[in-house]
């Protein structure tokens, strides 16, 4: 059984950064997949970001709408995967959430913006970003 906790979340005007981090309990850390979502009020979870199976060369993956403000990232020797955010917008406030996945192999990035393919998740963080 695998644990995210997560922390890093608040309120803040357009335009700042925030990181939000995720930290997994477990061994193997090294041979999960990660994946940041989202979900706004009355809308589905949306994929943001996600980090391949270190086997496929740990390959990064982002949505449309963040490519170039959002990076995600992590540090193996602490368990933990980051999201970093900058020039953050109004559309950008939403319930962030971090996701495992175990696994090998090489995926396309169409396997890893499915939420329902990953086995664990972290309890949520609240991002608002005011205009």
């Known amino acids: 059984q695998v644990q995210l906790v997560q922390s890093g979340g608040g309120l803040l005007q357009a335009g700042g950064s925030l990181r939000l981090s995720c930290a997994a309990s477990?061994?193997?850390?090294?041979?999960?997949?990660m994946g940041w979502f989202r979900q706004a009020p009355g809308k589905e979870r949306e994929f943001v970001a996600a980090?391949?199976?270190?086997?496929?060369?740990?390959?990064?993956y982002y949505h449309d709408s963040v490519k170039g403000r959002f990076t995600i990232s992590r540090d193996d020797a602490k368990n933990t995967v980051y999201l970093q955010m900058n020039s953050l917008k109004p559309e950008d406030t939403a319930v962030y959430y971090c996701?495992?996945?175990?696994?090998?192999?090489?995926?396309?990035?169409?396997?890893?913006?499915?939420?329902?393919?990953?086995?664990?998740w972290g309890q949520g963080a609240q991002v608002t970003v005011s205009s």
């Open positions: 996701a495992a996945k175990l696994g090998v192999g090489y995926f396309s990035e169409s396997y890893y913006i499915r939420p329902r393919i990953y086995d664990y």
């Open positions: 477990g061994r193997t850390f090294s041979s999960y997949a």
């Open positions: 980090l391949a199976f270190s086997g496929s060369g740990g390959s990064t």
